[in-house]
């Protein structure tokens, strides 16, 4: 049972563009999100959260909505930079867990033409 | 600060055989997280640790355990390998493990089961 799902394998974006990875989530005690970018060959790297408290948070291109009532929430990365070609994914925490346990999504593979 | 290490990188092994796979967290960290990846199923949490003691654990057959040391070092042990545990295995530690404690990933080990 995928409580995360993210269902676009893959994305393809012109450089300076904007890109938009979707998420959808199932469990309603997940309450707080993450997107994570992964390179090949390294590990997840974070690149921004949101509580359920808020439906938005940006953090330079970086953008991440939260739609509670959709339980949706997407990355929006403007402008959209080579670099920022990797697999994103989303993950979620449930508010009865103790402890750092993430429930990931699938991932979705982000390529930026130049 | 160095990062999290995973040892070995890569490792090829038969069916049947056990493996140890090894994660030295960024030093001061207390939290050790262990996850499976697989291609199309996104990052599946194994378990986690925390000053020596499994806090949290994913739904894995008791085949896959782990331990943590005094020095927040984490092995992870999978015994009576099948070829469905070829996999990457990634290790992320965090401070303390709270749930917005940012989570870091090592690189991964890559294990192959033939």
């Known amino acids: 049972d995928q409580q995360v799902k993210q269902n676009s394998p893959s994305l393809s974006v012109q450089e300076g563009r904007i890109s938009i990875l979707n998420c959808d989530y199932t469990?309603?005690?997940?309450?707080?999100f993450l997107w994570y970018k992964k390179y090949p060959a390294e590990g997840p790297t974070f690149l921004i959260s949101?509580?359920?408290?808020?439906d938005k948070n940006e953090d330079g291109r970086f953008t991440v909505f939260l739609n509670k009532s959709a339980k949706h929430l997407s990355l929006h990365i403007v402008p959209s930079q080579p670099g920022d070609s990797a697999v994103y994914f989303c993950?979620?925490?449930?508010?009865?867990?103790?402890?750092?346990?993430?429930?990931f999504g699938e991932g979705t593979q982000l390529t930026v033409n130049p | 600060k160095a990062g999290v290490t995973q040892t070995p990188r890569y490792l090829i092994k038969t069916r049947g055989q056990q493996v140890t796979l090894s994660c030295s967290p960024i030093?001061?960290?207390?939290?050790v997280s262990w996850y499976q990846q697989t291609p199309g199923q996104g990052l599946q949490f194994l378990f986690e640790?925390?000053?020596?003691?499994?806090?949290n654990k994913g739904n894995f057959p008791g085949r896959f355990s782990g331990r943590q040391f005094s020095n927040s070092r984490s092995e992870m042990n999978v015994s009576t390998l099948e070829l469905g545990d070829s996999a990457l295995y990634l290790c992320?530690?965090?401070?303390?493990?709270?749930?917005?404690?940012?989570?870091?990933f090592g690189p991964g080990t890559r294990l192959t089961v033939l």
């Open positions: 993950a979620a925490s449930a508010r009865e867990t103790s402890g750092s346990r993430l429930t």
């Open positions: 949101i509580s359920s408290i808020k």
């Open positions: 469990n309603s005690m997940f309450d707080y």
């Open positions: 030093s001061g960290h207390r939290s």
């Open positions: 640790y925390f000053s020596e003691t499994q806090r």
């Open positions: 992320a530690s965090s401070l303390v493990g709270m749930r917005t404690d940012t989570q870091y």
